[in-house]
């Protein structure tokens, strides 16, 4: 059984950082892309920052490019996302997902797909 489980959410000021950590089990991390996604109240899903399989094509979403920074480690079989420079309007529930068919981390951060492979998502809030 495949399983994503997120940590290292909360309320951080304007300018500040957070590291997300996704632990995945039940598959190799780098069996397929993975990546980061967020969803604010109200609004669309948005694919942040993905990685593919092979160490190049890694896709951020315009307004993270560079503050988030998506690594892994296969060791740990786990996925960070480094945030820094926090603004209000990054404000959402963070979640990180992989699925079957998916090796390119450009098809995966703009896919509308339903992924099967998902965790529960940590609420990052970014407010003074």
């Known amino acids: 059984q495949v399983q994503l489980v997120e940590s290292g959410g909360g309320l951080v000021q304007p300018g500040g950082s957070l590291r997300l950590s996704c632990a995945v089990s039940g598959i190799p991390v780098n069996t397929y892309a993975i990546g980061w996604f967020r969803q604010a109240s109200g609004k669309k899903r948005e694919g942040v920052a993905c990685y593919s399989t092979t160490d190049v094509g890694t896709y951020y979403e315009d307004s993270v490019k560079g503050r988030f920074t998506i690594s892994r480690d296969d060791a740990r079989n786990t996925v960070y996302l480094e945030m820094n420079n926090l603004k209000p309007e990054d404000t959402a529930v963070y979640y990180c997902?992989?699925?079957?068919?998916?090796?390119?981390?450009?098809?995966?951060?703009?896919?509308?797909?339903?992924?099967?492979?998902r965790g529960q998502g940590t609420q990052v809030t970014v407010s003074s």
């Open positions: 997902a992989t699925d079957k068919g998916f090796y390119s981390g450009y098809r995966l951060c703009q896919t509308d797909y339903n992924f099967n492979y």
